[in-house]
């Protein structure tokens, strides 16, 4: 069965904190996905990468990093986070080797409040 | 350019009733169409997909969706709804040129009568 991770369902950060939030796969899919899910906003892609050490930004990448040293592993990063970053954060991965055509499998999700 | 429309935020439906959940594309190319399901505070399940085989898909939980290229429609059904069927409903379109980009239709809420 596919399997898709996520380090914490619900975190609190205090403003200027750095936040790891921390995605695992166990698909050996080589793409890897971060969204963060906001109400009447839908789901829009922060970071995204296609191999190991690879990383491309998605729609909204301000404020974020990541990183991927793993197959496995892909990490998103708050250097400083702020309470606009309070969110649902997704992680999903996918197979494929370049083009689409090939659905995402979703983690449970992290509830991030920055307080 | 890539779009997907649901067109219905909130559906409401009587428990053993029918459910239709609708949902329209725009594509230049044959997408990959799939519908997703959330349930509260949880990550998103895929339901079903298509991806140029049978235009009529099932999936899964008794649900199904018909691919209508004429009608550039995608909708889903389930002949009699559950109260566990409760939960948001994502139309999602992925081009087939595309790497990355996964096109999320902004959510349908079903909710269920007993």
């Known amino acids: 069965d596919v399997k898709v991770t996520q380090s914490s369902r619900y975190l609190v950060k205090r403003t200027g904190e750095k936040v790891f939030l921390e995605c695992v796969q166990d698909?050996?899919?080589?793409?890897m996905f971060w969204y963060r899910q906001d109400p009447g906003l839908g789901l829009r892609l922060i970071y995204f990468?296609?191999?190991?050490?690879?990383?491309e930004k998605g729609d909204i990448p301000e404020g974020y990093s990541v990183s991927r040293e793993k197959k496995e592993r892909f990490s998103l990063i708050l250097e400083s986070a702020s309470t606009n970053q309070t969110s649902m954060y997704l992680c999903?991965?996918?197979?494929?080797?370049?083009?689409?055509?090939?659905?995402?499998?979703f983690g449970p999700g992290t509830r991030l409040t920055v307080t | 350019a890539q779009s997907v429309t649901q067109l219905d935020s909130h559906v409401s439906v009587s428990e053993g009733t029918p459910v239709l959940l609708r949902c329209n594309y725009s594509?230049?190319?044959?997408?990959?169409l799939f519908w997703y399901v959330q349930h509260p505070n949880k990550g998103l399940q895929l339901l079903l997909k298509y991806t140029s085989a049978a235009t009529l898909v099932k999936g899964i939980n008794g649900f199904e969706a018909e691919f209508k290229k004429s009608e550039t429609s995608f909708h889903l059904t389930k002949p009699s709804a559950h109260m566990s069927d409760a939960a948001e409903y994502f139309c999602v379109v992925i081009p087939y040129s595309s790497a990355s980009k996964i096109i999320f239709g902004s959510g349908t809420r079903l909710s269920i009568r007993p």
């Open positions: 698909m050996d899919h080589e793409n």
């Open positions: 990468s296609y191999d190991v050490k690879m990383k």
């Open positions: 594509s230049s190319y044959s997408p990959s």
């Open positions: 999903a991965s996918r197979a494929g080797g370049g083009t689409g055509g090939y659905e995402q499998y």
